[in-house]
């Protein structure tokens, strides 16, 4: 039997830039648009679904002057990402 | 593969794997090292090294002069290269081993400086007379640095490094003779500083091109 596999992490940017924050301890917006090659506004709305789910977290600050958008994944987000990985080996374990 | 992705595409379960595994080592590339520091560190104590044991051999005045400017060095070229670092552009992404070795980093040079401190401390209060033994603490912590480094960046020859500087920090405590410990020093830091360097800048050199 297939465990349904998480819809907020079933599109292919979202799953991005949770993979990407999954290795690091927090990411600038930037370098997040730059590694999944996507547009800011499509990322930011990406980005905002993912926050209300309540997977990452996002913190507006000023560095040198300028505002700086970080990102970091929560604890949720993790365990979410890990049970995502486990249900996608299944299936794939599964396939003839 | 996945060029500008879309929130809409449909992939399939195997895409989605190597598309997590191509973001997964896409972050962890970040933390790489160009070696150039272990080249300068390591020439740096590689001419101290050799340089007095070529003083000692011979005999020439003054046979500590070099090590007495190998810190002075340090600290500026230390200074700079924060200095540079901090110019070039700050840091987009914090992944956990450069956190880890940079709290790793403080403490490390915080216990070198309080080594260093208090060698100079006891020949100040202990009439400079007694002939204690201390050259290969100073290969011994600089193992322990370059084993987390190693570790870090998952970099084999940083580690058998690491193990050699032990070595050596271990045999210059039975060997009686100063220059051939320096000589011991001079063998430790040449594999295992710059052979180790090379390789990074190397490395590094190829990931670029």
């Given at each position: 039997?297939?465990?349904?596999?998480?819809?907020?992490?079933?599109?292919?940017?979202?799953?991005?830039?949770?993979?990407?924050?999954?290795?690091?301890?927090?990411?600038?917006?930037?370098?997040?648009?730059?590694?999944?090659?996507?547009?800011?506004?499509?990322?930011?709305?990406?980005?905002n679904?993912?926050?209300d789910?309540?997977?990452?977290?996002?913190?507006?600050?000023?560095?040198?002057?300028?505002?700086?958008?970080?990102?970091?994944?929560?604890?949720e987000g993790?365990?979410?990402?890990?049970?995502?990985?486990?249900?996608?080996?299944?299936?794939?374990?599964?396939?003839? | 593969?996945?060029?500008?992705?879309?929130p809409?595409?449909n992939?399939?379960?195997?895409?989605k794997?190597?598309?997590?595994?191509q973001?997964?080592?896409?972050?962890?590339?970040?933390?790489?090292?160009?070696?150039?520091?272990w080249?300068?560190?390591?020439?740096?104590?590689?001419?101290?090294?050799?340089?007095?044991y070529?003083m000692?051999?011979?005999?020439?005045?003054?046979?500590?002069?070099?090590?007495n400017?190998?810190f002075?060095?340090?600290?500026?070229?230390?200074?700079?290269s924060?200095?540079?670092r901090?110019?070039?552009?700050?840091?987009r992404?914090?992944?956990?081993?450069q956190?880890?070795l940079?709290?790793?980093?403080?403490?490390?040079?915080?216990?070198?400086?309080?080594?260093i401190?208090?060698?100079n401390?006891?020949?100040?209060?202990?009439?400079?007379?007694s002939?204690?033994?201390?050259?290969g603490?100073f290969?011994?912590?600089?193992?322990?640095?370059?084993?987390?480094?190693?570790?870090?960046?998952?970099?084999?020859?940083?580690?058998i490094?690491?193990?050699?500087n032990?070595?050596?920090?271990v045999?210059?405590?039975?060997i009686?003779?100063?220059?051939?410990?320096m000589?011991?020093?001079?063998?430790a830091?040449?594999?295992g500083?710059?052979?180790?360097?090379?390789?990074?800048?190397v490395q590094?050199?190829?990931?670029?091109?």
């Amino acid at each position: 039997m297939f465990k349904d596999l998480d819809p907020i992490l079933h599109t292919p940017l979202r799953l991005a830039i949770v993979s990407l924050l999954i290795s690091v301890k927090e990411a600038e917006f930037t370098y997040i648009r730059d590694k999944t090659k996507s547009t800011a506004g499509n990322l930011s709305v990406q980005m905002n679904k993912l926050k209300d789910a309540g997977y990452i977290e996002i913190r507006k600050q000023f560095k040198d002057n300028y505002p700086q958008t970080v990102c970091m994944i929560t604890p949720e987000g993790i365990k979410a990402f890990e049970q995502y990985v486990t249900n996608l080996q299944s299936y794939l374990n599964t396939k003839p | 593969m996945h060029e500008n992705l879309t929130p809409e595409e449909n992939i399939s379960e195997a895409e989605k794997l190597e598309l997590i595994h191509q973001m997964i080592n896409s972050a962890r590339d970040e933390h790489s090292e160009n070696g150039l520091g272990w080249i300068v560190w390591g020439i740096i104590l590689f001419v101290a090294s050799l340089g007095t044991y070529f003083m000692l051999e011979y005999q020439l005045k003054g046979s500590f002069w070099l090590w007495n400017i190998v810190f002075p060095i340090g600290l500026v070229l230390i200074f700079i290269s924060v200095i540079r670092r901090k110019k070039r552009q700050h840091k987009r992404s914090l992944t956990y081993a450069q956190e880890l070795l940079e709290r790793m980093g403080i403490g490390f040079f915080a216990s070198l400086l309080a080594m260093i401190a208090g060698i100079n401390l006891y020949f100040m209060t202990s009439n400079g007379t007694s002939d204690i033994e201390f050259w290969g603490f100073f290969y011994i912590i600089y193992a322990f640095w370059m084993y987390i480094h190693g570790s870090a960046l998952k970099f084999r020859p940083l580690i058998i490094g690491a193990v050699l500087n032990w070595i050596a920090g271990v045999a210059m405590f039975v060997i009686a003779e100063m220059k051939y410990e320096m000589l011991t020093g001079a063998i430790a830091i040449l594999l295992g500083y710059l052979v180790p360097g090379y390789l990074l800048f190397v490395q590094s050199k190829k990931l670029k091109s």
